[in-house]
């Protein structure tokens, strides 16, 4: 089946340091999601991408949709303490036969402050 | 607060035995998503509901059910339960099916099966 992965595992940073991860897949996608995930909570929207080759911020958070449409990145710059917490990649075919949403394993992200 | 509620938060049960979790959408929502996050498959979509009716499947066990009753609310059974059954189950609610930036997920129910 298809499958998303996402790269690194996990991360232990310092406070005020950029963070880069990155999702890869064998498979294309029209759209490309980011979430982040908090202990005890449901994955929460971060930035929706849907066009190869799209960059969009969200604060202090970037992401990239590739250029082949089989990748995407994420970036957090001068990251902070609540920056913690697990960000998966996931991708969908919207409005084709494989719609459903697929997610990558997930980053752990720790900040040291 | 994404306006999604599960019950239970938290359940704890033995192999073999029937559980049922609960999910309410966010009002006005009509698409009604589940997906289990494990430790080694990690997040995957098990099924979807539209307005009561089924829209889309995906990797969901036989022993796994749902439905979407009336009030719009959806309840996922989960029955002959097994070890590896263990995990957070989330629910997930859209206005109508779409594209996954209108799903909001909710805080999810986290199952053991001892």
């Known amino acids: 089946g298809q499958q998303l992965n996402q790269s690194p595992q996990s991360m232990f940073i310092q406070e005020g340091e950029d963070v880069s991860m990155n999702c890869t897949s064998s498979s294309i996608f029209n759209t490309w999601l980011w979430y982040k995930q908090e202990p005890g909570e449901g994955p929460v929207l971060l930035i929706a991408?849907?066009?190869?080759?799209e960059l969009t911020s969200n604060g202090r958070l970037t992401a990239q949709f590739g250029i082949t449409r089989k990748d995407s990145f994420l970036n957090i710059s001068a990251s902070i303490p609540s920056d913690v917490g697990i960000y998966f990649c996931?991708?969908?075919?919207?409005?084709?036969?494989?719609?459903?949403?697929?997610f990558g394993k997930g980053t752990k992200l720790s900040v040291k402050p | 607060d994404s306006g999604v509620t599960q019950t239970p938060k938290h359940l704890i049960t033995a192999t073999g035995q029937r559980v049922t979790l609960r999910c309410s959408p966010r009002?006005?929502?009509?698409?009604v998503y589940w997906y289990q996050q494990s430790l080694d498959q990690g997040l995957q979509f098990l099924i979807q509901y539209y307005n009561g009716e089924e829209r889309a499947k995906g990797n969901i066990l036989e022993r796994f059910s749902a439905q979407q009753f009336p009030d719009l609310h959806s309840e996922l059974n989960l029955s002959s339960l097994e070890l590896g059954d263990s995990a957070l189950y989330f629910c997930a609610s859209s206005p109508r099916p779409g594209p996954a930036d209108t799903q909001y997920f909710g805080p999810g129910t986290r199952l053991t099966v001892l």
């Open positions: 996931a991708a969908q075919n919207y409005g084709g036969s494989q719609g459903n949403l697929i």
């Open positions: 991408l849907y066009k190869a080759g």
């Open positions: 009002s006005g929502d009509l698409s």
